[in-house]
């Protein structure tokens, strides 16, 4: 997970520029619960230092507190419990090995009142919509899917080939 786009369809913007919009989005659109969050960053222990960057350079944007840490899929997360409101996936659908943990993580984290916002880019080479195709079909075990659809994505950065799916556990997939 980033705090910063890279992609083509994000064109680089000047920071003044980036602080006005988020600003702007603040006020208008964003629900009382975004305005003042408290962030969990993760990623492999290579990636450690760039979220570090990415947080001291959005540091300005920041009307919560954020921190960066170790999460690899599949691995043990009582130290994020108890289930964060918001789970935000940003293109983490991308190569095979990685499914089975991913989900094993996701699951872990959820609680019955976690909203997981899964955002990805539609790749059309190679494995990836066999490897995209899998991960829905696997997902849909515990999970119910609603896709957002393209008029509600942001009006500057939407693009038909970036899909945002809001996820929710199946309260039948708690142990009773
Ligand atoms: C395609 S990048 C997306 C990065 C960022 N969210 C974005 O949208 O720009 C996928 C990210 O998943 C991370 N990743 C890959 N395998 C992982 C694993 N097994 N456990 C945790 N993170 C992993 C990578 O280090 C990388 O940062």
Redesign the pocket.
């Known amino acids: ?2 705090l910063q786009g ?1 992609k083509r369809q994000f064109p680089p913007k000047s920071a003044d520029e980036l602080h006005v919009k988020a600003k702007e989005q603040e006020k208008k659109r964003m629900p009382s619960c975004f305005q003042r969050a408290d962030v969990t960053v993760t ?2 222990e290579e ?1 450690q230092e760039l979220l570090r960057v990415n947080i001291e350079n959005n540091k300005h944007l920041v009307t919560g507190s954020v921190r960066a840490k170790v ?3 599949g691995e043990d997360v009582t130290e994020f419990q108890p289930p964060p409101d918001y789970i935000l996936m ?3 659908i ?1 190569y095979e090995e ?1 499914l089975e ?1 991913l989900l094993k993580t996701l699951k872990d984290l959820t609680g019955p009142d976690t909203c997981v916002l899964c955002c990805y880019e539609q790749r059309t080479m190679g494995k990836n919509p066999e490897i995209e195709r899998k991960y829905f079909e696997l997902l849909q075990t515990d999970f119910e899917l609603e896709r957002i659809p393209l008029e509600k994505h942001d009006e500057e950065y939407r693009s038909e080939d970036i899909h945002i799916v809001n996820i929710h556990r199946k309260q039948t997939s708690f142990p009773s």
Do not use: E, Q, R, T
Request: neutral net charge; charged residues 25%; proline residues 7%.
């Open positions: 997970m980033k890279g990623d492999l990636l999460l690899k899929w940003a293109d983490c991308y990685s943990p």
